[in-house]
């Protein structure tokens, strides 16, 4: 190989049943480099990195690899990385019960006289990540440390195997700021090694931070390779999309609502739940799209929690159109017209081994009750409805959900609250995980929902998107709720001031 290139993949073909999944792609990693992996869920991301590592075959194409002859294929992850190609994935896949030492070297660990040698594996193990600029003690237990370290040690460990390529996928969705730097600072360590950077994220910052080269996959074919610099973020959501893609701030405007939002919809009073958020006041009215912002664990969510009854409050009062409401349970907040798409879809949402049908009427009939069972008909009928509306990508109406990407999972979550026809919908980071484009047609979603009269609540860690998105915003710290800021107070530096505590409102 040439021009220090350290992988090709070239006329790359998979299928999955009804779906061509990778058509013709093509790609090209080299030494020394990050090279961003970008494309809408559905665009076949995934499914090049399964192929590369072993976890699906390919029908067509090649694979090479520098220092091997001729072209390769991984009949596993095992094989992959015998041939110099590691994951890390978004979940850490290590042995939190294990020391930091044991999980650097499971499987290949020093022995003398037929026994682990503690002695020289902890030794190496301080090396490894002393060479990374990562100081911990290895002999205590992987759980001791935080998401972001224990990253660092997957990295550490796929480094330690001689990885000539190192594939990133989604490693800083569940980072803070601070952590993603100082992983930034070992990818760009590694880079300086030579070693080659898959990095796959739906962060397009993160992109321009810290990447020399993007791909761009849609619907399994390539769009195109690029320099970072020559490509400006409008042109990369374009090119993502299919489609010209004007400034998203244009979103909001296309959503004017002539709904009259003097209707109280929500009216909570000193309402709380011990332990996770102090009592707070909030007024939610229709036609308005309410944002919660704050830090992470600042009470955005049990605030949430505590209007819908995921977590029972403890104090206070609340009325959902005027009447008092005791919310023993969710099935109370649902039968007074709330809905509730929790943050954790895949915990709390999905019901994995159900279809895209079932995950769609289960909340509908469980409102109705087990007397009133949905037909059939009306069933797929329904389904059929939000599939087209929400323009869900599967294969059919009884596809299980565990199959379909993340956004389209999310999709399916947002069907089933709407088909309760709801007056209150509380969306909790529901765009997190998902791709620029479903992002969008989301946030234009609830914009619509307003318009035709709902109240919703939105739940974002992306500042941008709330001010695009919300009516109004309530900011949370430390469990309390500290104030309120009006649609023309929505900017970057008033919401900045009002977390960090320069309160407005």
């Not at 994935?89 to 006289?113: D, H, M, T």
Request: include cysteine; aromatic fraction near 4%.
């Amino acid at each position: 190989m040439d021009n220090g290139v350290v992988l090709t993949m070239r006329h790359i073909d998979k299928n999955f049943p009804g779906v061509v999944a990778l058509s013709n792609v093509d790609f090209t990693l080299r030494a020394g480099e990050v090279h961003a992996l970008m494309g809408e869920n559905g665009a076949g991301k995934s499914t090049l990195i399964k192929v590369l590592t072993g976890v699906e075959e390919f029908e067509s194409g090649e694979i090479r690899i520098e220092g091997r002859e001729g072209a390769i294929i991984n009949r596993s992850p095992q094989e992959a990385q015998a041939n110099g190609i590691s994951t890390v994935y978004q979940e850490v896949n290590l042995c939190p019960n294990l020391s930091v030492a044991e999980n650097l070297f499971i499987g290949r660990e020093p022995k003398k006289a037929g026994l682990i040698d503690w002695k020289t594996m902890n030794k190496k193990s301080k090396e490894i990540l002393d060479n990374l600029d990562i100081h911990i003690d290895v002999t205590r237990t992987l759980d001791n440390y935080s998401i972001a370290i224990q990253q660092m040690i997957a990295i550490a460990r796929a480094v330690d195997m001689s990885a000539k390529v190192l594939i990133l996928d989604e490693p800083t969705s569940s980072l803070d700021d601070g952590e993603v730097e100082k992983l930034f600072v070992l990818m760009r360590k590694l880079k300086d090694q030579g070693v080659g950077i898959i990095f796959v994220t739906h962060f397009l910052e993160q992109v321009y931070e810290i990447c020399d080269r993007i791909t761009v996959l849609r619907n399994g074919t390539l769009v195109g390779e690029y320099e970072v610099e020559n490509l400006p973020r409008v042109q990369l959501v374009a090119k993502m999309m299919g489609k010209d893609f004007d400034d998203l701030a244009a979103i909001k405007k296309e959503g004017v609502s002539t709904v009259k939002k003097d209707q109280v919809v929500i009216d909570a009073k000193g309402l709380s739940h011990t332990g996770t958020i102090k009592p707070f006041d909030i007024e939610i009215h229709r036609g308005e799209v309410i944002g919660l912002t704050g830090l992470l664990g600042s009470g955005r969510s049990e605030l949430a929690r505590a209007i819908y009854g995921a977590d029972k409050a403890d104090k206070g009062e609340l009325k959902v159109n005027g009447k008092k409401l005791l919310v023993g349970a969710p099935i109370d907040a649902m039968m007074a017209g709330m809905g509730y798409l929790p943050e954790n879809r895949k915990e709390e949402g999905i019901i994995a081994d159900l279809s895209v049908r079932e995950n769609i009427i289960i909340a509908l009939q469980a409102k109705r009750g087990m007397f009133k069972l949905l037909s059939r008909k009306e069933q797929e009928e329904f389904t059929d409805k939000y599939i087209d509306m929400l323009q869900i990508k599967t294969a059919d109406r009884e596809t299980p959900i565990k199959q379909l990407s993340g956004g389209n999972q999310q999709k399916v979550i947002l069907g089933r609250w709407l088909l309760t026809n709801p007056d209150f919908l509380i969306l909790d980071e529901p765009t997190r995980g998902i791709d620029i484009g479903t992002k969008t047609e989301i946030q234009k979603l609830v914009l619509k929902f307003a318009a035709e009269g709902m109240a919703v609540m939105f739940i974002s860690s992306e500042i941008e998107e709330m001010i695009r998105t919300c009516s109004r915003m309530a900011v949370l710290r430390d469990g309390m709720k500290v104030g309120e800021l009006e649609e023309n107070e929505l900017n970057q530096v008033n919401i900045m001031q009002a977390i960090a505590g320069g309160d407005k409102g």
